[in-house]
């Protein structure tokens, strides 16, 4: 089994930072591509970024210059730098990892629990 913890979340005033991390652990051979998606209360998940194993990166249009992610492979873990906080960023914010449990099984995508982000006004 693979579970992923998110951390990093909390309560930040408009136009401040917080940097969100997520570790993936448990039967792991290999991680695919990495990302975070967010939900808001009455709306559907969305994406927010992803990274390749490679380090190829895209963004939500909504988020781009201000958000970053990057990845350390050695370590299992994909972070979110989040900068210049708006009070529409306000969500709860979910890794998502696509793991191989081993070399010739295919790829399957986990879900961390979300760690919740509130910008306040």
């Known amino acids: 089994q693979v579970q992923l913890v998110e951390s990093g979340g909390g309560l930040v005033q408009a136009g401040g930072s917080l940097r969100l991390s997520c570790v993936a652990s448990g039967s792991i051979f290999r991680v695919n591509d990495m990302g975070w998606y967010r939900q808001a209360p009455g709306k559907q998940r969305e994406v927010v970024a992803r990274?390749?194993?490679?380090?190829?990166?895209n963004y939500a249009d909504s988020v781009k210059g201000r958000f970053t992610i990057s990845r350390d492979n050695a370590k299992n873990t994909v972070y979110l730098q989040m900068n210049n906080l708006k009070p529409e960023d306000t969500s709860v914010y979910y890794c998502n990892c696509n793991v191989q449990t081993a070399w010739l099984a295919g790829g399957r995508d986990y879900w961390g629990k979300g760690t919740l982000v509130t910008v306040s006004s």
């Open positions: 990274i390749s194993s490679g380090g190829s990166t």
